[in-house]
Structure formats: C-alpha cells, structure tokens
C-alpha cells in the first residue's frame, strides 16, 4: 500500500492511502466491536439448585397421570406410571423444545409439536426426538415430592 | 421545458426550479410496460409493495397500543382487540396483509423464476428480491411472537431451537436472536425491536435498490416470447399500467376488510411457559413445507441429528435460490434452459405438496 504503482519507493500519497485506510479500518472496528458485544445477551445466573420441594402430596397425582412442574426455570414432567410409581424427566422435548405432556390414553409422555413419544423410562421411542428426555430423582418427603437432579 | 403545464403556475415553475419536476414528468412518461400473454405476472411486484405499505401503516398504528414486554404484550393485544376503537380491525388487517403478502411475493418470486426474468442484466434485482423475501420471512417469523400467546411462544420456541442446530455457530446464533438459552420475556423484547426498527430500515434500503434497478432496466420481456418475435408491444406505465395496478390494489383492500371482519386474528390463550405444548401445534402456513419436511426426517440420517441435516439443507437450497442467476448459464446466453425451469417447477411443486401435507396428514397420535 505505501508504494506507488510501478516504483519501489514510497510516495506521500502511498502514505497517505494507508493512512486513511487504517484510520477507516480501526473507526469501524471502534464502532462494529462495541455493537457486537451489545448484541450478545449477558449470562444471566441460572437457578444453581439441585432439588426443589414441591408443593404437590404424592396422592394428588393419580396413576396414569402427569402434570407439568417448575424446576428453577424449567418445565419438568412428573409422572405416576399406571403401575403407581413416580417419576420425573425434563419435560422440555429433546427434538425442538417443545414442552412435552403425558397422554393417559397411550400411557407414555408424547409431544404435540412434533409428534414425538417417550416411554416411561424417558426412552425416545418414536417420532423425530433424537435423545432421551434428562431423568431427574423423584424421592417424598413427608407429604411433598421432592425433585433432585439425577445423579 | 415548454410543456402546456409550464405555463399553468408559479407554484409549480417554482417546484420545477427546485426539484426538477420536468426531469421527473419527463421519466414517468418514459416507462412502458411491454403488452404479451404474460404481463399478467408484473401485477405482482406491484402488489406486494402495496401490501408492504399496508403493513407499514397499520403497523405504526399498532405501535401507539402495543407493549413489549412478557407481563404486558398479551394484555395489551387484548385491550386493543376488546377496547379499543377499530383496534381489531388495525390488527386484523395487519395480521391477514402479512399473510397475502406473503403470498403474492412468492407469486412474484415464481413468475420471475419461471419467466428468467433474473438473466442479465437483472441479476442484483434478483439477488435485492431474494433478500428481501428472506427479510419478509423474518418479519413474520417476529411479529408471530409478539402477541405472547400459547401457539406464538411454542411456535417461537421451536423455530428459534431449529436456528441451534446450525452446525458450529448454531449454539450462539440461538442465543443471540432469544437474547439469552430461553424463549423469554428478554426474546420478546428483542424479536420486537427486530420486527419494527431492524428489519424496516433493511427492507427499506434493498426495497429502494429493487425499485430503482426495475425502474432502471424496464419490465423484462420473457425468452419465451421473446423468441416468438412477440413482446414488442407495450402501453404506458403512466396511467395505463398505474390504474390496472390501482383495481387491483382497492380489490385487495376490500378483501383484507371483509377477511379482518369476518375472521378477525385471534389471540388465544396466554403463553405459559409451564404448560404443555398444546395439541396441533402449527406454524405460520409460509413455514410449513419446512416444518412438515422436518417431521419426516428420521431422528438421525447417517449418524448426523436429521435435524441438522434438514436445517443445511434448506440453507444451501436458499443459498442456491440466490445465485441462480449466476447459475443458469444458457439463459444469460439467451438460450433455452429447461433445467431450470424444470427446477423452478419442482421447487413448486415440493412447496405446494408438503404445505398440502402439513394441513392433511394429523400429528396427533
């Protein structure tokens, strides 16, 4: 950039070429850098806890039954199998995030959007869903549930 | 210079000394629309900018009532719909122009195609139309949001997941357009900022690129009849071609009235973040050949989520979508080019099969 076109040595407009072109190049760095960095949504701390006490008795939740419930920020699903044990996985589908609900009249968890079905255990079993839905710890405490992250 | 207008006034000598109206007068009266079996198609451009205008209007008409944020967008939308003079009908008819003109672009879209009427030298009108059809689409993808409801959160939610599953930048990509891993209050916020400041002042700059390279190169007369020696007929934009586009436009603005009287939007229930995703989920129709392409892809295709297959896919079809022009070879010859037309059909007809499939075939078992 600082030689003129044809010859070796550096001219005044050379310099002043490459001079302008830095000076245009570090103003738009100065000004798309900040603007990128706004853009970028700031870490907002997540709920760190690893077990929750919900406000639902075992005996409110029939068999063959389930109900959506808040996990910190997240949905989770907490299912009494037919056979009477509880359980609990994500309930936030592991194909696109949909939220997922459990259909008593197939007896597993299914999810609207997308027509994806998980089992009981939380096993994909048909649809697009390409994983298991997280398993969390399900234990009563007295007359409450209470939820804990899986090991 | 010495019109029988120039004599009429001084207000408008005095206009003419300013700005030129001569200059002006003198190019409207160039412009001609070339007369063949086709020029039916260039009524459609037209259309979609008149559409366009609509949205913006009844948008900033909107604005006055609308509040973005998760506590109070929903409530908002309702008061406006429940309480407010005529608030429905802004609404409705922002909600049904968006959906007709999105139709009427794709219409655009595929006579253009069909018609090559991208060769040169019209390509950058094109590739400026491509790229307003993708910010067109992200209008609606934006807007569906903003109302906070049950069907917009989800339908959110998973259109923004399938923005993860981009390979390498996908993660971050999600997280910059949800302003933060979740669909939220801080999503709203920012698909509203999007929806009225960002994607206006970019429409508005590729609209005015468009416009002024049509403006610049004259309608394009198809090959077809070109080579049948045709074409060469025409009639004046000004007023012959302006008052055909007017019918069309006062029938257009009947229809969207009767549509916003008779199916008004709808607001549904408010999104909830610990509710189920309810039952027949669908997206906005414009979508839905994606979505429902989605549905058939197995979970994994050669060991790779199908999911991200998909999404790579439909990215290199929009990337090639945008360079046909340079593509197409024997049309920038001046040669047929059954290929392309051939693809241009396909394109169609795959559209117009899956959106069929996706309102047929029942998600719920």
Not at chain 1, 80 to 98: D, I, K, M, W
Not at chain 1, 110 to 135: E, Q, S, T, V
Not at chain 2, 28 to 47: A, D, I, N, Q, S
Request: some cysteine; charged content about 15%.
């Amino acid at each position: 950039m600082t030689r003129a076109a044809g010859g070796d040595r550096p001219t005044r407009r050379g310099f002043v070429n490459w001079f302008l072109g830095t000076a245009a190049g570090a103003f738009l760095i100065a000004v798309v850098y900040p603007i990128a960095r706004y853009l970028v949504p700031p870490r907002v701390g997540e709920s760190a806890a690893a077990s929750v006490i919900l406000d639902i008795a075992p005996a409110d939740l029939p068999p063959n039954a389930g109900r959506i419930v808040k996990f910190g920020n997240r949905p989770v699903i907490l299912v009494r199998t037919p056979a009477g044990e509880l359980r609990a996985f994500s309930a936030v589908c592991t194909h696109l995030n949909c939220t997922v609900q459990y259909r008593p009249d197939l007896g597993h968890i299914w999810c609207a959007c997308h027509n994806g079905h998980f089992d009981l255990n939380g096993k994909n079993i048909a649809g697009p869903p390409p994983r298991p839905l997280d398993p969390l710890v399900v234990n009563v405490a007295g007359n409450h549930v209470v939820l804990s992250k899986g090991a | 210079m010495d019109s029988p207008q120039e004599q009429r006034g001084g207000v408008r000598r005095w206009l003419d000394d300013r700005i030129g109206l001569a200059e002006i007068e003198t190019l409207v009266r160039k412009k001609e629309v070339p007369v063949h079996r086709h020029t039916l198609w260039y009524y459609f451009g037209g259309m979609t900018l008149f559409l366009f205008l609509v949205q913006v209007g009844t948008g900033i008409l909107l604005l006055l009532y609308y509040r973005p944020s998760a506590e109070e967008a929903y409530e908002s939308v309702r008061f406006l719909m429940a309480e407010v003079e005529f608030g429905w009908l802004v609404r409705s008819i922002h909600s049904w122009a968006a959906n007709v003109m999105i139709l009427t672009l794709f219409v655009h879209l595929f006579s253009v195609l069909l018609l090559k009427a991208y060769r040169p030298p019209r390509e950058i009108t094109w590739v400026s139309g491509v790229v307003l059809l993708a910010l067109v689409l992200g209008f609606g993808f934006t807007g569906y949001l903003l109302p906070w409801n049950e069907l917009a959160y989800f339908g959110t939610k998973v259109g923004s997941e399938i923005m993860g599953a981009i390979p390498l930048a996908g993660t971050f990509l999600r997280r910059l357009l949800r302003g933060g891993d979740e669909v939220t209050g801080a999503t709203l916020t920012r698909f509203y900022g999007i929806h009225v400041a960002i994607l206006p002042a970019l429409t508005t700059l590729l609209l005015s690129l468009h416009l002024f390279l049509v403006q610049r190169h004259g309608m394009s007369v198809p090959p077809s009849v070109e080579r049948r020696g045709g074409g060469t007929r025409t009639m004046p934009f000004v007023p012959n071609f302006l008052l055909r586009d007017l019918v069309g436009w006062l029938s257009v603005l009947a229809i969207l009235a009767a549509l916003a009287a008779y199916l008004p939007a709808e607001l549904g229930q408010k999104a909830d973040p610990f509710a189920p995703a309810p039952a027949g989920i669908k997206p906005e129709w414009y979508f839905m050949f994606m979505f429902q392409t989605l549905k058939y892809l197995p979970g994994t295709i050669l060991g790779i989520e199908g999911e991200i297959l998909g999404v790579v896919g439909f990215g290199v079809g929009g990337l090639l979508l945008l360079l046909i022009p340079f593509l197409d070879r024997r049309t920038a010859r001046g040669e047929p080019s059954a290929l392309f037309t051939g693809i241009g059909l396909l394109l169609l007809l795959y559209m117009l099969v899956l959106t069929y499939l996706g309102y047929t075939v029942s998600s719920t078992q």
